[in-house]
């Protein structure tokens, strides 16, 4: 979803849509007394809104530094004992006192209710005269209600590893990355002209092209792709549905950050994409607006009605805007892939829905899946550690009743509910390295544990055709991978045939101007040259899908179904909670990676897996 003014015969649309925001305001600007700030008895303001009544219009005009004032009160009292205070409970309070005029603004009138509430005073019971409050709360939960709250992010303790930290506070961020300059100065509501007359429903953020874009809020991608006016644009919907954010005017040729798909769940500070020009052309990837910059807007949606059309409530993010600086994401650059993303990781609590084996459902369990990839004596990167860290991993998981399954356990468990053991959890290693059977298959023997090894039939070809297995650089070889089948201790996985690469397209996406078919036979081609050849090398079919570079997509899950794949591994960061019965559980796994820095006692522990 963009603007929701897709193609030139939504004119008469759009006109609608503006004529019936300013009659909306208006009814708004008398049933509040007319002019702000006009010296007008409480009592005597009529009742524009009633509780249950589907809100038409929200006008919000909260000044940066008020909201800052009441954040501030709301984040120290739950620091403190005593009553926890909400922000925006407190402007609500402020904006049912002042009519929505925050030109009338005292800091007593703040601390007052603070003070009262904080006594034990109710919140009802302060606004029983206020008959505008219950408008303005529900307005106001709609525009801030994701902005403040717990969640949590990894730092570096003591001993320089790291560990998950509790934090309550502002969780959203910027639209723009850390460090990346840029401009920006109150735009909403003026006029454009492109292709009809209509109004900025948004705010602009002039910035260099190629400027890292920063998701505002944990969403879900609800639309990517062109759009006529806002060029390469990203739709982001916040969980609980409220909020859809739209940036628009996203970098040529390379718009969206690797990996991003419709349907994907993005946390607060991730790199979504890059700033650019694109945009006011039918004719996709064309550069014709003038300056560089990011386009965002908020739209609120109370009802799915109000998603498109005449119904459209956007309200002006400027005074957000600049309390977001506040909160800025820093990023870090693959020098290689070119591409930016967050450098602290991110969580938010689970929703309130997930399954936590209460009332009649199936209880869940708990499944980590660690990711290993090169095991060496030297290490040379993030994705490589030596086979002493492997041992110390495999030492702590076997003293402390951990108990390592493959994905055929897990099949069971979801196909037919065969119980899995005490502390289940999975070791995988991907790409296919030798030294995974030099160094890391005798140390499972060892302790008794087993693995799931993700090949790469391309890799595969290449090793067996040069006919050397050295554990410093070679990759399985077809012999090599029909002995680890026999011997048992790696279940062997199809990593893809030739697709983890990013040269010809990032990993198994689909290429910019790719349709849906060609997309998919691709894709099917691929999948099903690996499992063939699998087959006919150890005599079976892999079950699970290993995404290159984690990078996934809707169209790719369709196919993996249809090339017979139960499950799939993502690169994203997480444990799972699996129930016996869902199949549908098993894709897109979640997986933590176990970097040099980072063991797995550690990933266990910032998870409260201890």
Avoid at 301 to 330: H, P, R
Avoid at 428 to 446: K, R, S, V
Wanted: charged residues 25%.
């Amino acid at each position: 979803m963009l603007i929701r003014t897709v193609t030139l015969t939504r004119r008469a649309r759009r006109a609608t849509a503006v004529a019936c925001a300013a009659a909306l305001c208006l009814t708004l600007f008398f049933a509040l007394g007319g002019v702000r700030g006009m010296a007008q008895p409480e009592e005597s303001l009529p009742a524009a809104w009633h509780p249950g009544e589907l809100i038409k219009w929200v006008d919000f005009s909260v000044p940066c530094e008020v909201m800052e004032k009441a954040l501030k009160l709301d984040v120290e009292s739950h620091a403190a004992d005593g009553p926890a205070l909400d922000w925006v409970e407190l402007l609500s309070y402020l904006a049912a006192k002042y009519w929505g005029d925050f030109g009338r603004f005292r800091d007593r009138d703040l601390a007052a209710v603070a003070d009262a509430l904080r006594g034990g005073a109710a919140i009802d019971t302060l606004t029983a005269e206020m008959n505008l409050y219950p408008y303005y709360r529900e307005a106001y939960d709609a525009v801030l209600g994701g902005l403040v709250g717990p969640y949590r992010v990894a730092v570096v303790n003591e001993a320089g590893e790291e560990a998950w930290e509790e934090r309550y506070g502002l969780k959203a961020f910027s639209p723009i990355a850390s460090g990346f300059p840029f401009s920006h100065y109150s735009d909403f509501g003026a006029s454009r002209s492109y292709g009809y007359d209509r109004l900025h429903l948004g705010h602009d953020m002039m910035a260099q092209v190629g400027t890292p874009i920063i998701a505002v809020e944990t969403g879900v991608v609800e639309e990517l792709g062109w759009n006529q006016y806002g060029g390469w644009r990203v739709g982001l919907r916040s969980l609980d549905g409220k909020r859809y954010y739209y940036y628009a005017h996203m970098r040529q040729n390379r718009p969206y950050s690797a990996g991003l798909e419709k349907g994907q769940t993005i946390y607060a500070g991730a790199v979504i994409g890059y700033v650019g020009r694109t945009g006011y052309s039918v004719k996709e990837n064309v550069n014709n607006i003038k300056q560089s910059h990011l386009h965002w807007g908020l739209q609120i949606i109370f009802d799915e009605s109000q998603k498109e059309g005449a119904n459209e409530i956007w309200v002006d993010v400027y005074e957000i805007t600049k309390l977001l600086q506040k909160n800025k994401s820093k990023t870090v650059r693959d020098p290689e892939t070119k591409e930016y993303t967050r450098a602290v990781p991110f969580e938010e609590p689970p929703p309130p829905d997930q399954n936590t084996g209460g009332g009649d459902a199936p209880p869940s369990v708990t499944v980590p899946l660690i990711m290993y990839h090169s095991i060496l004596k030297a290490r040379s990167n993030k994705y490589v550690i030596a086979p002493a860290q492997l041992e110390a991993d495999l030492k702590y998981l076997s003293e402390n009743g951990w108990h390592t399954i493959v994905m055929a356990d897990l099949i069971r468990f979801a196909d037919e509910g065969t119980p899995l053991p005490d502390k289940p959890i999975l070791l995988t290693f991907d790409d296919g390295y030798y030294n995974n059977i030099h160094y890391a298959q005798p140390l499972l023997e060892e302790y008794g544990m087993k693995g799931v090894l993700a090949v790469v039939g391309a890799f595969t070809d290449k090793s067996t055709a040069e006919g050397t297995q050295n554990p410093n650089y070679s990759y399985l070889s077809w012999d090599t991978i029909r002995e680890t089948a026999e011997k048992g201790v790696f279940e062997i996985q199809s990593h893809s045939y030739n697709m983890h690469t990013q040269a010809k397209r990032q990993g198994c996406l689909r290429r910019p101007g790719e349709n849906t078919e060609d997309y998919g036979e691709t894709l099917l081609d691929d999948l099903n040259r690996l499992s063939d050849t699998l087959e006919e090398t150890m005599g079976c079919r892999p079950t699970t899908f290993v995404y290159p570079f984690g990078l996934m997509s809707v169209e790719s899950e369709r196919v993996l179904r249809q090339a017979g794949f139960r499950a799939s591994f993502s690169c994203s960061e997480g444990v799972n909670q699996l129930v016996p019965g869902d199949a549908e559980g098993l894709y897109r796994l979640n997986r933590c990676i176990r970097t040099p820095n980072m063991s797995v006692q550690n990933i266990l522990k910032r998870y409260g897996l201890e």
